[in-house]
């Protein structure tokens, strides 16, 4: 298998390296953290103007036909610089639903404004009580004569709070935790009965909760067939894991990056601290975890765009298990390292590992996605 890049995917990859570099600086991004958007308005439109909010979507829908590897490219460089903006979210969750579910009416009312980035869109899928479960929907959505009418609540909508469209889960049919029963509507969050509640992440990105009481929505604004949304929803999670399992391999390559300077700089008893040999096995050790992260989210994006497969599942799974927990050994190793340095609010550092941390929760944690595999091997 050759693991090189193309040359296109080569200059994709220079292109947003040299443009994260130049416009997302530490300080530029404490500042974009700062603003009432939470991310910068500003670089997202130049991610728009060279072509890069277009890359994951099909050619057919003004894309760039991008797939896994491409994701991985550009999310590793996002990545590396803790950048804010809800390109995952938006343009490869989001999208990706979009894609699949929504009927030409819809693909050609939403599509072109979120290929060219103007328009955000985030998807409203956990609750208070569904702890990683996507068949866990208590959100019932009600038919009534034109439409539908929603009431629920959803929480932790990342890029919720800026989008212009939110794609909901909610129960069309059947109990709580039923397969099937699961619909995925168009939401426009400023629709009467939508309280929309926004909040910075620990991490950095900004989210909210939604309470919904009786919010009228569209028969237009299903997508897909009613009560057969969940395939979809898994299937583009995966798409999903495997680009964020891109992002926290850019964080973790800065973070090695950042430690290992800091190893060759950093004096005591008139010597870098990096010639004592603890110091280098721990080095090593680190080596050896983001290696192995390395394949494991290179396999991912391999497998992202897959047919859905228990075989696709189970590399996925064990892709973030393996990603999540190199994320928080090497978070945990860097800080020791830097000793008091490591915690500082002024130094990116602790902001990765922050990141590093909870991207190993975000769409399951290292326990739920170990369990998913162990129960992928019983069934094979």
């Given amino acids: 298998m050759d693991f090189n890049l193309t040359e296109e995917q080569q200059m994709l990859q220079d292109t947003l390296a040299r443009l994260v570099r130049e416009q997302y600086g530490f300080e530029a991004r404490e500042g974009f953290y700062q603003s009432e958007a939470g991310f910068s308005s500003a670089f997202w439109q130049q991610l728009a103007e060279l072509g890069l909010t277009a890359v994951p979507f099909d050619e057919a829908h003004g894309g760039f036909g991008g797939g896994g590897v491409d994701n991985l490219v550009i999310m590793t460089e996002l990545g590396r610089g803790l950048c804010l903006e809800p390109f995952l979210q938006s343009q490869i969750f989001a999208g990706g639903l979009l894609?699949?579910?929504a009927n030409p009416d819809q693909q050609e009312a939403l599509?072109?404004?979120?290929?060219?980035?103007?328009?955000?869109?985030?998807?409203?899928?956990?609750?208070?009580?569904?702890?990683?479960?996507l068949n866990d929907v208590a959100c019932r959505a009600e038919a009534v004569e034109g439409g539908w009418r929603i009431s629920g609540r959803k929480s932790v909508v990342i890029g919720g709070e800026s989008a212009g469209r939110i794609l909901l889960s909610a129960r069309t049919g059947g109990e709580q935790r039923d397969e099937f029963g699961i619909s995925l509507f168009v939401?426009?969050?400023?629709?009467?009965g939508v309280s929309r509640r926004g909040y910075p992440c620990i991490d950095g990105p900004r989210a909210c909760d939604l309470q919904l009481e009786n919010v009228f929505v569209a028969s237009g604004a299903r997508l897909g067939?009613?009560?057969?949304?969940?395939?979809?929803?898994?299937?583009?999670?995966?798409?999903?894991?495997?680009?964020?399992?891109?992002?926290?391999?850019?964080?973790?390559?800065?973070?090695?990056?950042l430690t290992l300077d800091y190893l060759k700089t950093r004096k005591q008893f008139g010597r870098p601290i990096g010639e004592f040999q603890v110091l280098q096995h721990r080095m090593a050790d680190i080596c050896g975890e983001l290696e192995q992260a390395r394949s494991m989210a290179i396999m991912a994006a391999c497998v992202a765009d897959e047919p859905d497969s228990e075989d696709r599942s189970r590399r996925l799974a064990a892709a973030k298990y393996i990603l999540s927990r190199a994320a928080r050994f090497i978070a945990e190793q860097a800080i020791q390292l830097h000793g008091g340095i490591g915690?500082?609010?002024?130094?990116?550092?602790?902001?990765?590992?922050?990141?590093l941390v909870m991207l190993s929760h975000q769409f399951g944690d290292d326990d739920h996605?170990?369990?998913?595999?162990?129960?992928l091997l019983e069934v094979a």
Wanted: hydrophobic share 40%; net charge negative.
């Fill in 99 to 101: 894609q699949q579910l």
């Fill in 111 to 133: 599509l072109p404004p979120l290929v060219s980035g103007e328009l955000h869109v985030a998807v409203a899928f956990e609750e208070p009580q569904s702890h990683y479960r």
């Fill in 187 to 192: 939401l426009d969050p400023a629709a009467e």
């Fill in 225 to 257: 067939e009613e009560g057969r949304a969940l395939d979809a929803l898994r299937y583009q999670q995966g798409r999903a894991i495997a680009a964020q399992c891109a992002e926290a391999l850019g964080s973790m390559e800065e973070v090695f990056s």
């Fill in 343 to 355: 915690m500082t609010w002024e130094y990116s550092l602790s902001h990765h590992a922050k990141r």
């Fill in 369 to 375: 996605h170990l369990d998913a595999y162990a129960a």
